[in-house]
Every structure is written in structure tokens, then in C-alpha cells.
């Protein structure tokens, strides 16, 4: 996963995957510097290969930040 953000010095973002019932698979690092299409790391070594076929929601958590992006690559 990649995202863009445009983050302070102060700020972060994170990103949760969450189930269909909202409980939590994976939670990522935190973002703490301006990005473009910068690479979201999974704490405990997730991957995303995991969750593949499955219904997942995101949430993200902005600190002084501006989130303008994210997408999935292959």
C-alpha cells in the first residue's frame, strides 16, 4: 500500500485495517514526514497478502497532516 500525505513536523499518519466487524488486523507505522507514494510498513511484519479476497476496511488516523492519496499495488 502507498499513500501521499503532506505531514508537519508535529504530525503523523496512520493506517489500521479493520474487518467487516470493525475489529483490528493490522496496524501500520507511523508516517511522520511528507510523502509521495511512500510505502505503508506493517508493524510485526503484516502483509497484506493476507487479506487477499477479503472484505477489509481502513481507517486513518491524521495528525497535522493532509492525506491526498493511497492505493494498492501489485
Known amino acids: 500500500m502507498c499513500l501521499s500525505a503532506d505531514v508537519a513536523t508535529s504530525g503523523h499518519v496512520k493506517v489500521t485495517i479493520l474487518d467487516k466487524e470493525d475489529k483490528e488486523l493490522a496496524e501500520s507505522e ?4 511528507t510523502v509521495t507514494d511512500g510505502i505503508v510498513r506493517w508493524k510485526d511484519g503484516f502483509s497484506l497478502d493476507a487479506l487477499q479476497g477479503k472484505e477489509i476496511r481502513l481507517r486513518f488516523e491524521l495528525r497535522d497532516s493532509k492525506l491526498y492519496s493511497f492505493s494498492f499495488q501489485e
Do not use: D, E, G, T
Open 30 to 33: 507511523l508516517i511522520a514526514k
